[in-house]
């Protein structure tokens, strides 16, 4: 892009202007996409969750509801702010920036088909593991700076259930990063083109589905929002915009997870078999369709299942996913190991 | 030039947020302004081109340590410390360990980067192909796994100690505390519990 700029201006300053707007409408064609993506994937799921529950859910409108999300979004764009007289106003406003920030921040890296990606990062997976250890922040400072007793309790039990199940997540990673050799998301898929890694490694995928889930504050294990205990959690005392950006980073946080497990486990991009019908269909059709296929399992266990107590969450986390994972690990290298199967 | 300016400006904020985090009296701000330090810290540590190593620092200190160490402050609600009385009751070991670390700093400044030039001083090297073509990641693999897995292991055992040390702390139990126990919970049948009685009139 740079040498097409050149053949026509040697202007140092225009071609640094050029570079800056162009990155610009490049990341705009990320963010306004995933908004979008996000406002009906609150649709689908009350849509999934009414026809499960025998109900017709949002349909009044548009057609079939279709411009719920919309109005939705203009309710909470239109209502008053309000700031709790003794909160600290400065770290109150700046949490959930934070969070929704963190969580576009994470796209960056993320690659829809071979040559669609924001960056190719070679250490892609520590980006991203690095990224989502930041996310707690937006939550914990949130609960603090409200100044009441359920936004606190609500952070920090979020906290301490998504530091918990990021340790069970690096393990699960790390299996698949031992069997691809490469920490670059791309590479990651391309390693997947004889077998998916869901077929080898399918109760470590199982693992790493239960463990977003919790990472996620996703139900059954959406604790920090217990309605009957903590009202609404970290973000009770959030209203209007405030309120709309916390939802917003917890949603791209939920697609961005599905990306990523489509990304390890599903091969991201890749046709299920390499026959001409199927390259026929765009590849980032193929990655969207696994994607939105790991959506649904998110929102259909949210219809299913219901909430896990406190003391059995953690006991998950620490006592059963914990060992499980480094017991995989072990086997995953001796395996490789005795087959001399680590890629070079 | 660019680079320059974004050492100055890095390692001014990390002195900035650093000196604000000792002298500042509520808590919860002075760890966030170490997390601050944290961040710069990082970006000095990309500059230099070390990727990895700045993404593990992020990952380690700013994403569990100083998590913890917020946690520990909101919880305990330590709320605004008198300054004025603690400080000069610390200025002595406080120099002594800043002395320390200066005269640490200062030795590893005067030697000649001994701790590389096993790897380094092996012949038949293509130079260029190891600064072209080798990631971050792969060179430090590398040395970590050759040359220094003994010491990578030592480093292992020490953190199972720090690890066996704190589980050790928690393993303390009363006795006498109700506790749930799903095994007796899922062995529980009905015939067991529930009886019936004649009552006699």
Do not use: H
């Not at chain 1, 898929?189 to 869901?198: D, G, P, R, S």
């Amino acid at each position: 892009m740079e040498s097409f700029i050149l053949l026509f201006t040697n202007d140092k300053l225009l071609i640094f202007n050029f570079i800056i707007i162009l990155l610009f409408i490049k990341s705009l064609s990320y963010i306004i996409p995933l908004i979008i993506a996000i406002a009906y994937l609150t649709l689908i799921e009350r849509k999934i969750i009414g026809s499960i529950q025998k109900r017709k859910g949002p349909n009044i409108v548009g057609i079939f509801g279709l411009l719920q999300p919309i109005a939705d979004g203009l309710k909470l764009l239109l209502k008053e702010t309000s700031l709790p007289n003794s909160a600290n106003i400065f770290i109150f406003i700046i949490a959930p920036i934070l969070t929704f920030f963190l969580a576009l921040c994470a796209w960056a890296i993320m690659p829809f088909n071979e040559i669609n990606f924001y960056s190719n990062l070679n250490i892609g997976i520590l980006y991203l593991l690095a990224i989502s250890s930041l996310g707690v922040y937006g939550i914990i400072i949130s609960g603090w700076a409200s100044n009441s007793k359920y936004a606190f309790l609500g952070g920090l039990r979020s906290a301490a259930q998504i530091i918990s199940y990021e340790v069970s997540i690096g393990l699960i990673i790390i299996n698949v990063l031992l069997c691809s050799g490469t920490l670059n998301l791309k590479e990651i898929v391309l390693a997947q083109q004889n077998i998916w890694y869901i077929f080898p490694l399918f109760p470590l995928f199982l693992m790493f589905f239960i463990s977003s889930l919790a990472e996620t504050n996703r139900s059954p294990f959406d604790l920090p929002e217990a309605e009957a205990e903590l009202v609404a959690g970290y973000n009770v005392e959030y209203s209007a915009m405030g309120f709309a950006l916390f939802f917003l980073g917890e949603y791209t946080n939920i697609i961005l997870i599905s990306a990523v497990s489509t990304i390890l486990f599903l091969a991201g991009w890749l046709p299920p078999f390499d026959i001409f019908l199927f390259n026929w269909i765009p590849n980032s059709i193929w990655f969207g369709f696994k994607t939105i296929i790991i959506l649904v399992l998110f929102i259909w266990v949210r219809a299913a299942f219901p909430r896990y107590r406190y003391d059995q969450l953690i006991q998950l986390g620490w006592k059963i996913f914990l060992p499980l994972s480094l017991a995989w690990l072990m086997l995953t290298s001796g395996i490789l190991l005795s087959y001399d199967g680590f890629p070079n | 030039m660019i680079k320059l300016v974004l050492f100055y400006f890095f390692s001014g904020l990390s002195l900035v947020s650093a000196s604000i985090v000792i002298s500042v009296k509520n808590p919860v701000f002075s760890v966030v302004f170490l997390i601050l330090v944290f961040f710069n810290v990082v970006g000095l540590l990309l500059l230099l081109g070390a990727e990895f190593l700045s993404l593990l620092f992020l990952i380690v200190y700013v994403g569990a340590i100083a998590v913890l160490f917020l946690f520990v402050v909101m919880i305990l609600n330590l709320k605004f410390i008198e300054l004025r009385s603690s400080f000069f009751y610390y200025a002595f070991f406080g120099s002594l360990i800043m002395a320390i670390f200066l005269f640490e700093i200062f030795i590893i400044l005067n030697s000649d980067l001994t701790f590389a030039s096993s790897y380094f001083l092996e012949r038949k090297r293509i130079w260029v192909q190891e600064l072209y073509s080798y990631t971050n990641l792969q060179i430090l693999g590398n040395v970590l796994y050759t040359s220094y897995s003994y010491l990578f292991i030592l480093s292992g055992f020490v953190l199972l100690v720090a690890i066996l040390g704190a589980i050790i702390l928690t393993l303390y139990q009363r006795s006498q505390i109700r506790r749930q126990d799903p095994n007796v919970q899922v062995v529980r049948n009905f015939d067991d519990t529930i009886r019936f009685f004649k009552f006699l009139k």
